[in-house]
C-alpha cells in the first residue's frame, strides 16, 4: 500500500473514531432530552449519509491493508462488522426506541475495532520499509 493511500486511511480512522463518539454524545443527549423531536432531513439523514460517504472511502482502503500487510488482531470479518455496526447506529443513536445497553455495547465495540485499527497502522508507520 502506498504513502498517499496508507495516511489517507489512517485520517479515515480517525474521522470514523470522531464520529463514532458523536453518535455516543447524540444518544446521550436524546435520551436525557426524549421529549425533543429529531429532524430527520435536517439532521438524521445528513449524518448518516456523511458517514457513509467516510465508510464507502474506508472500506476498500482498509480491506487492501488488511490483504497486502496482515495487521494484528484485524481481520476482514472484523472490518465488514465494523462497517455494518457504524451504518446502523448512525441511525439508531437518533431513535427514540433503541435500547441502551445494546447501544452503548455496539459503541464500545466500534471504538475497540478503530482503536486496532489505528494502533496497527501507526505500528507499522514506525516500521522501515
Not at 26 to 53: C, N, Q, S, W, Y
Not at 66 to 81: A, D, I, S
Not at 84 to 101: C, G, H, M, P, Y
Request: glycine letters at 2%.
Amino acid at each position: 500500500m502506498d504513502s498517499n493511500k496508507f495516511q489517507t486511511l489512517k485520517l479515515l480512522t480517525e474521522k470514523l473514531r470522531l464520529k463514532n463518539k458523536a453518535l455516543h454524545d447524540i444518544f446521550i443527549e436524546r435520551t436525557t432530552h426524549p421529549e425533543e423531536e429529531i429532524d430527520f432531513f435536517g439532521m438524521v439523514k445528513p449524518f448518516a449519509d456523511e458517514l457513509k460517504e467516510i465508510l464507502e472511502e474506508f472500506e476498500p482502503l482498509v480491506m487492501t491493508w488488511v490483504r497486502e500487510c496482515h495487521p494484528k488482531y484485524v481481520y476482514p470479518l472484523q472490518v465488514e462488522n465494523l462497517v455494518e455496526n457504524l451504518s446502523i447506529v448512525s441511525v439508531t443513536a437518533f431513535q427514540k426506541d433503541t435500547r441502551r445497553k445494546r447501544f452503548l455495547n455496539t459503541i464500545h465495540a466500534i471504538d475497540y475495532a478503530l482503536d486496532t485499527i489505528l494502533e496497527q497502522l501507526m505500528g507499522q508507520e514506525q516500521k522501515p520499509d
